[in-house]
C-alpha cells in the first residue's frame, strides 16, 4: 500500500539531547513538509522540500534540521536548540507544490521533553 | 490579522442535523482550498478540495467558496456521531511554492 510512514510513534527526549524523527513515503511525491502541532492549535510548516538535496526553511524552523537525500525520505532533527519541542510532530508529502495539488499526511510523532 | 481563521469552537449539533464550518482568509490571491478532518490524537485526513467560487458536493459533505468575500465553509449534512472531530480549514498561498496555511481548527461534536 502507497503511503506516508513516520517512526515513532511516541519519542521521548532528555534536556539537551538531540533527536530524529524518521519520514518515508512510497507515493513518488516530490514535495515533502514537516508540520508542528500543539494542543488546541493548527499546524504550523517547519521544513519543506520540492526536490532531492533541496529545502527551505518554514514558519518556525528555529531548533530544527533536515536533510532531503533521497526522494522518499525527509527526517526531521529537534537538536538542544528548540527549547520547548513537546508537540505532535507531522510529515507530508504531495505531488508537487505549484498546482492544486493536497497533501498526504503521515501517523504522526508524538515528542515529549523528559 | 492570522493568515486562515476559524471559530475554534466548540460546536456541537444533535445527530441528523447540518453542521456548519466556516473560513475565512486573508490573502485574496489564494486559489486552492482544503478541508481536512482530524480525530483526536490522529493525523489529518482530507475531505474535500475546492478552487472555483460556488458550491461542491461529495456524499454528505458540500465545500463553498466565495473569493470575494474570502471565506470558505463545509457543510455536513445528517451529521453523525462519527462526524466528531476538528475540521481544518487549509489555504495554499498564491504564487509561491509555500505549502498549506492552516487555521487552529472548529472542534465538532455531534450529539446522539
Known amino acids: 500500500d502507497g503511503g506516508i510512514t513516520q517512526s515513532p510513534k511516541y519519542l521521548f527526549r532528555k534536556e539537551g539531547q538531540n533527536v530524529t524523527l524518521s519520514c518515508e513515503q512510497n507515493?513518488?511525491?516530490?514535495?515533502m513538509y514537516w508540520y508542528r502541532q500543539d494542543p488546541g492549535q493548527g499546524l504550523r510548516l517547519i521544513y519543506y522540500?520540492?526536490?532531492?538535496?533541496?529545502?527551505q526553511k518554514g514558519d518556525i524552523a528555529e531548533g530544527y534540521s533536515v536533510s532531503r537525500e533521497k526522494k522518499e525520505s525527509f527526517p526531521l532533527t529537534v537538536t538542544s536548540a528548540q527549547k520547548n519541542p513537546t508537540a505532535f510532530y507531522l510529515c507530508?508529502?504531495?505531488?508537487?507544490?505549484?498546482?492544486?495539488?493536497?497533501?498526504?499526511f503521515g501517523q504522526g510523532t508524538r515528542l515529549t521533553v523528559v | 490579522q492570522k493568515e486562515v481563521e476559524q471559530n475554534s469552537g466548540p460546536l456541537s449539533v444533535p445527530e441528523g442535523a447540518i453542521a456548519s464550518l466556516n473560513c475565512t482568509y486573508s490573502?485574496?490571491?489564494?486559489?486552492?482550498f482544503f478541508w481536512y478532518r482530524q480525530y483526536s490524537g490522529k493525523s489529518p485526513e482530507l475531505i474535500m478540495f475546492?478552487?472555483?467560487?460556488g458550491d461542491k458536493e461529495d456524499g454528505r459533505f458540500t465545500a463553498q467558496l466565495n473569493k470575494a468575500s474570502q471565506y470558505v465553509s463545509l457543510l455536513i449534512r445528517d451529521s453523525q456521531p462519527s462526524d466528531s472531530a476538528t475540521y481544518l480549514c487549509?489555504?495554499?498561498?498564491?504564487?509561491?511554492?509555500?505549502?498549506?496555511?492552516f487555521g487552529s481548527g472548529t472542534q465538532l461534536t455531534v450529539l446522539p
Open positions: 507530508a508529502s504531495s505531488l508537487r507544490t505549484a498546482e492544486n495539488t493536497e497533501a498526504f
Open positions: 507515493l513518488n511525491h516530490d514535495a
Open positions: 522540500s520540492q526536490i532531492v538535496n533541496d529545502f
Open positions: 490573502d485574496r490571491g489564494s486559489q486552492s
Open positions: 475546492i478552487y472555483s467560487n
Open positions: 487549509a489555504v495554499r498561498p498564491p504564487g509561491s511554492a509555500r505549502q498549506l496555511t
